[in-house]
């Protein structure tokens, strides 16, 4: 009997022992599994998406791009600079033509934010960055502009991509309307801003988003002569529509330039002071393309 009892044990811790043994080899399978899809994200996030795909809706017509290919400079054909200290009390300042605050490098445009004490004209600038726009070269009314981008983020940067009224030097700020597709300010860096600004008009809204500055974003409008709607990843997040009152809450029915810059410190991004030891920081900017 106890050699029954023993065999019977035997038996069964074998059994346990490979049954195991097998959930141990589903796990570990599983485990692959897994590893290997994380690493397909990483790549589908981490590669450059250098061919537009045809967009969805009724904007369809590629019409305007930079994929920023060609080492260097920003293309001169599509883009120009504003220099200088522009607005909101921001410290940096504005260069032009300089490869430190504006390059292409490696399939992307890097607009990097400096602590590096330039000196021009006889005066030193401690901050330095860039302001890039197609002001005079290249505006649109109504269509989808999709910008693929990843975004810096410490105390006191305030990158944007965002958009003007082509009449602004006749109809000023805020008449000739302002379409602000992304902001980011360093001090609250989960949360993304979308917002438009006109002459009785400051509407907007803001989502959550788990670290937006740790990879590549799409952020875009698709803009009709009746509404704006801003998408994040391809999900819409805001509309503004147009009430029908006229210029000074619609001015958008006239051409805007696109503008990519980042900031440092102001009015708004500056709120909760900066960090000046967190610079060098660096806004990626992978591909700006418009659809009609």
């Avoid at 504003?82 to 490696?106: K, L, P, W």
């Avoid at 960055?129 to 981008?149: D, H, N």
């Avoid at 030097?169 to 300010?185: F, K, N, Q, R, Y």
């Amino acid at each position: 009997m106890r050699t029954v009892i023993l065999f019977m044990h035997v038996y069964l811790e074998g059994y346990q022992t490979e049954k195991i043994y097998m959930q141990l080899r589903k796990l570990r399978w599983r485990r692959l599994l897994l590893l290997f899809a994380l690493g397909l994200t990483y790549r589908t996030n981490a590669q450059k998406f250098s061919t537009a795909s045809p967009a969805s809706g009724p904007f369809t017509k590629l019409v305007w791009q930079d994929e920023f290919e060609q080492d260097g400079l920003p293309d001169p054909s599509k883009w120009t600079y504003d220099t200088g200290f522009i607005a909101n009390h921001e410290i940096q300042y504005y260069t032009s033509g300089r490869m430190e605050n504006a390059r292409v490098h490696n399939g992307y445009l890097e607009i990097t934010l400096r602590n590096d004490s330039f000196l021009i004209s006889g005066v030193v600038h401690p901050i330095t960055s860039s302001r890039i726009k197609t002001e005079g070269i290249a505006s649109w009314t109504y269509g989808k502009l999709e910008v693929r981008a990843k975004i810096p983020s410490s105390l006191g940067t305030w990158p944007a991509i965002w958009t003007l009224g082509s009449n602004i030097s006749s109809a000023g700020w805020p008449t000739c309307g302002e379409i602000d597709i992304m902001e980011h300010v360093g001090f609250m860096p989960d949360t993304l801003h979308f917002t438009e600004h006109s002459a009785t008009s400051d509407k907007g809204g803001r989502i959550y988003s788990s670290s937006p500055s740790k990879d590549f974003h799409i952020y875009a409008i698709e803009w009709y002569s009746d509404r704006i709607d801003w998408f994040f990843d391809g999900r819409k997040v805001f509309t503004y529509h147009n009430d029908h009152t006229g210029n000074s809450s619609w001015p958008y029915d006239k051409p805007q330039f696109m503008i990519l810059n980042l900031a440092f410190g102001g009015d708004w991004g500056g709120t909760k002071g900066v960090d000046v030891r967190a610079l060098p920081q660096r806004f990626l900017v992978d591909y700006v393309r418009v659809y009609q």
